[in-house]
Each structure stands twice: as structure tokens, then as C-alpha cells.
């Protein structure tokens, strides 16, 4: 089945380290996004990418990594300047590369890293 | 403030009945409004897509409406089942430069 496959699905990071969550798809989609949903809030973007070997910023990227080294991988590389990381990361990809709005096409989810400071 | 708002933030209902969720947003010039599904630790999952020129749209038990006019839109669950428990996102798109706002959402719990 084709799908986006996100892990761990819990993560613990502790003081001043670096932790890395991983998203693979095998959708063949172009673009794959990172957001952020904390309780009571909308989902926010971290990072972005329409294409392998580029991606771009976000509403909330500072303290966050990423790469785009093979299509079906985009991990995110949580930072130790991310003060506040303690939240549910979700990824997610589209078919079309963007601009991603103007798609009728839905983006496709995974089921989400639940990160928690120790 | 966010531009998309959904109400109620919760709400019970007893398995079988109906109920209908709100959004009113802000967002303009608008594209698109989107519902999707989210079960309590999983990653949302498209309902309904709707353009400027669509008012109502079908996925089974779940009937979205769209007033462009007023800017809201409605989500509609007929005879209610216990796997409709879950978060209703509304999610809409701006034409410029189609950046998508995200509701907080609401939750549903279906009771038997």
C-alpha cells in the first residue's frame, strides 16, 4: 500500500541535543511538507520541499533542520536552539510541486512523531 | 488571529444522530476550502475539497457546504457512528500566493 511512514512515533529528547524524525512516502509525490500541531492551536509549516535537492522555510523554521536528498525522504532534524519542542510533528506530501494551495489534490499525511522533552 | 475559526471547539453526540460543524474564515483572496479527519494520534485524512464555484459537496455520511459570500462552510455527519469520533480540520487556501491557514478544530465524540 502506498502511504507516508513516519518514526519514531514517540521521541525524547534531552537537554541541548539534536534529534532527527524521519518521513519516507512511496507516492511518488514531488512535494513533502513538515508541520507543527500543538492542543487548541492549527497545524503550522516548518519546511517544505517541491523538489529533491531544494526546500524552503516555512512559517516556524527557526531551531529546525531539513534535507531533501531522495524524493521519497524529507527527515527533519529538531535542533537544540528549538526551546519549545515538545509538540506533534506530522509530514506530508502532494503529487503537484506547487505552489501547493492551488492543487485541488489533497496533501496525504503520516500518523505523526509525538516529541517530549526529558 | 487566526483566520480560520471552528466551532464548536467539542462536542457529544449519541451514536445515530446528526450534528454539523462550523468554519468561518478570513482568508481572501480565496482558493479552496479543504476538511479533513484526524482519529486522536494519527495524521489527518482529506474529506471534501471545495473550490469558489462548488456550495455543496458529498463523501458518504459527510456533506460540506460553502458559502463564499459569507466566507463559511459547514460540515454536515448524518446518522453518526462511533468511528466518527475524531478532530474536524478546516483548512482553506489563498489564491495570491495559495498559502493554507489551518482551523484548530473541532472535536467529536460519538457516545453509544
Known amino acids: 500500500d502506498g502511504g507516508i511512514t513516519q518514526s519514531p512515533k514517540y521521541l525524547f529528547r534531552k537537554e541541548g541535543q539534536n534529534v532527527t524524525l524521519s518521513c519516507e512516502q512511496n507516492l511518488n509525490h514531488d512535494a513533502m511538507y513538515w508541520y507543527r500541531q500543538d492542543p487548541g492551536q492549527g497545524l503550522r509549516l516548518i519546511y517544505y520541499s517541491q523538489i529533491v535537492n531544494d526546500f524552503q522555510k516555512g512559517d516556524i523554521a527557526e531551531g529546525y533542520s531539513v534535507s531533501r536528498e531522495k524524493k521519497e525522504s524529507f527527515p527533519l532534524t529538531v535542533t537544540s536552539a528549538q526551546k519549545n519542542p515538545t509538540a506533534f510533528y506530522l509530514c506530508?506530501?502532494?503529487?503537484?510541486?506547487?505552489?501547493?494551495?492551488?492543487?485541488?489534490?489533497?496533501?496525504?499525511f503520516g500518523d505523526g512523531t509525538r516529541l517530549s522533552i526529558l | 488571529k487566526n483566520q480560520v475559526e471552528q466551532s464548536p471547539q467539542s462536542l457529544i453526540i449519541l451514536e445515530g444522530k446528526n450534528c454539523t460543524l462550523q468554519?468561518?474564515?478570513?482568508?481572501?483572496?480565496?482558493?479552496?476550502l479543504r476538511w479533513y479527519k484526524q482519529d486522536t494520534g494519527r495524521g489527518p485524512v482529506s474529506l471534501t475539497i471545495m473550490t469558489f464555484s462548488e456550495n455543496t459537496k458529498s463523501n458518504g455520511r459527510y456533506t460540506a457546504t460553502l458559502d463564499a459570500d459569507t466566507k463559511q462552510s459547514s460540515l454536515h455527519i448524518t446518522a453518526s457512528q462511533l468511528s466518527d469520533s475524531a478532530s474536524y480540520i478546516c483548512v482553506v487556501s489563498r489564491s495570491n500566493d495559495y498559502k493554507l491557514s489551518f482551523g484548530a478544530g473541532t472535536t467529536v465524540t460519538v457516545r453509544a
Open positions: 468554519c468561518n474564515y478570513t482568508v481572501s483572496p480565496f482558493s479552496n
Open positions: 506530508a506530501s502532494s503529487i503537484e510541486p506547487g505552489p501547493w494551495g492551488r492543487s485541488n489534490q489533497p496533501q496525504h
